[in-house]
């Protein structure tokens, strides 16, 4: 049998995890896991590694309109789509605009921050304008 990814879910899994840690440990600290991703088949290479290390059968998703990308992460994490506004996890990249990913997207409290939604943004062509970051763990703005 001839396998589609070499993505390891235990080594690589985990190795993405930790990037995804210290990312959101350090607000606006860029990271990469293009090593890890590069061992992903298909167009969307980056959200598939995140949802690896990310999602299981335990959450939900919804992929702004990408139906193969939602047809991949049901194969590969067992996780379920939903909607906008149920999601746990959002992947987004430029399909939907983005203020309507945020203000629709599940928001926590300050007591229960766990039942909010998680945006992932693949921003590669975003880097060429500066993103104003505030709130909880940073400094400022």
């Known amino acids: 049998m001839k396998k589609l990814h070499n993505f390891n879910e235990v080594f690589d899994g985990q190795a993405v995890f930790r990037k995804v840690l210290e990312a959101m440990s350090n607000p606006g600290r860029i990271v990469s896991i293009a090593e890890y991703a590069g061992k992903m088949h298909g167009n969307q290479q980056v959200f598939l590694a995140l949802a690896m290390a990310l999602l299981d059968n335990e959450v939900s998703f919804y992929t702004c309109g990408y139906g193969e990308l939602a047809n991949n992460i049901s194969l590969l994490t067992l996780s379920k789509e939903a ?5 746990d996890f959002i992947f ?3 399909k939907e605009d983005l203020d309507k990913v945020f203000s ?30 505030y709130g909880p763990g940073i400094n400022g703005t």
């Open 104 to 133: 629709r997207a599940k928001c926590g409290t300050l007591g229960d921050p766990q039942k909010s939604a998680t945006i992932i943004m693949k921003a590669e062509e975003h880097f060429s304008k500066a993103w104003k970051i």
């Open 83 to 87: 909607s906008l506004e149920e999601a």
């Open 92 to 94: 987004w990249e430029r």
